[in-house]
């Protein structure tokens, strides 16, 4: 068993704290690790670290800070095997998906070490003669990053990189569930040569470890990554503070299923979307709104198709969906399919825990499928983030519209049409900030923006180009020469 320690200003710093075991959701007699439940004081010390690194990391040119993302991407590279391994020992999802997600992190930290030479600005001519107008892009100050568990690599991967190579330190609050993911992410951006204090980790609770970051005069800026309720408080703190903040929060996505649509392309990947990670991912597939002509072909063909899965650990090759992440998101799911019974709907598949075939010391859920579901019934609204699939039959395609709307968030969605034109009528009007045409509600590219739309998120978009404008701040600059030019024999 490991023992975990928070690290600050470069330092593996043993905390005051009591420790947490670490448990594999897949066999909670295996207890991956021991973290810090850190108190406010060691919070507070690793902001304060931020804030002395800051005026080296931010005079440090950008293209330097892009090499050192450049050491960290080969690190990872080089130790994804690792990476994958443990991942799936704490988080719980399969290895394949673990190593799908590391390469995503890959991808991201590529990106943006390319970045490092092209945070630029503009030049704008300027109303007045002899005057010269420019902007420039700095770094905000030290930030927060605060991440779940489900994406423990990829998602502090995607606030930590475009932060550093903007000139920003980092003190960056993992999940609790996941400590040995962050410690390896510390790790490696530590030995791609990251001075001391630019990036920080602190293990801990919200209240009194992301409290205190958050409050922390010092912060200029939050990013966050987590649930409705934490994201609006911590978006009010950040207010109240006048800084810069960026939360990205629920999911209820749908997959609209038109006519006209390749079904056993739309079963496919609405298998993938709905049970792959188990559920546990912000743009998961939870709701399939259904046109009423193709429903019941469209449902044999799911259920066929859900069957052949295989519910187990995520280090056996031979699984495809992994355990809930721990007892509490177990007990949360297990609710809410009672919840599904009791408001009526049906039961297709699955529909309880799983505890065969040595299943019982993990919190495995049968991957679930309701039908005859109705758009206002709590599992059609509310996120479940588990197995777990209504499906709600529509008479055409203006309810499939209405009902796909029909919820708080709008972070994904997915149109399965060979119409043109009812695609491009979705693509218009559906609320949803990543529309994917013929393909899962899930995935994305390093590249490319990411986030919602309604309850979803407020800030600025994550990844992608748009990411520099969060971590900078504009400054605009106006060169008068006037004088120098009245002077001059040129003129």
Known sequence: ???????????????????????????????????????????????????????????????????????????????????????????????????????????????????????????????????????????????????????????????????????????????????????????????????????????????????????????RAVSFTGSNDVGTALYQAAAARGIKCQCEMGGKNPIVILGDADLDLAVESTVQGAFGSTGQRCTATSRAVVVESVADAFLDRLDARTAKLVVGPGLDPNTNVGPSVDRGQLDTVLEYIRIGRSEGARVVRGGGRLTDNGLEKGFFVAPTIFDHVSAGMRIAQEEIFGPVLSVIRVPDVESALHVAN???????????????????????????????????????????????????????????????DFYTELKVVYVDYTGTARKGSLY
């Open 1 to 219: 068993m490991l023992v975990l320690n928070n690290f600050i200003a470069g330092e593996w710093q043993e905390s005051r704290g009591r420790r947490i075991p670490d448990l594999n959701p897949a066999d909670t007699t295996d207890v991956i690790a021991e973290a810090p439940a850190s108190t406010a004081e060691e919070a507070a010390a690793a902001v304060d670290a931020a804030e002395r690194a800051f005026e080296g990391w931010r005079n440090t040119p950008a293209p330097v800070r892009g090499q050192i993302l450049y050491r960290a991407q080969r690190l990872m590279e080089e130790r994804h095997q690792q990476l994958a391994e443990g991942l799936t020992r704490e988080e719980g999802k399969t290895l394949s998906e673990s190593k799908g997600e590391i390469q995503r992190a890959i991808n991201v930290v590529e990106f943006f070490a390319g970045e490092a030479r092209r945070i630029t600005g503009e030049t704008i001519p300027s109303e007045l003669p002899y005057n010269f107008c420019y902007t420039v892009k700095q770094p905000v100050g030290p930030v927060a990053v605060i991440t779940p568990w489900n994406f423990p690599i990829a998602i502090p991967i995607w606030k930590i990189a475009p932060a550093l190579v903007c000139g920003n330190t980092v003190v960056f609050k993992p999940a609790s569930l996941t400590p040995l993911t962050a410690t390896l992410i510390a790790g490696i951006f530590r030995d791609a040569g990251l001075p001391p204090g630019v990036l920080n980790v602190v293990f801990g609770g919200g209240r009194e470890v992301g409290d205190t970051i958050v409050k922390h005069p010092s912060i």
């Open 406 to 468: 029909s919820v708080r968030y709008g972070l994904s969605a997915s149109i399965y049409t060979n119409d043109v034109g009812q695609m491009f009528r979705f693509v218009d009007r559906l609320d949803a900030g990543i529309l994917h045409v013929n393909s899962p509600t899930v995935g994305g590219e390093a590249h490319i923006p990411f986030g919602g739309m309604k309850a979803t998120g407020v800030g600025l978009r994550e990844m992608g180009r748009v990411a520099i």
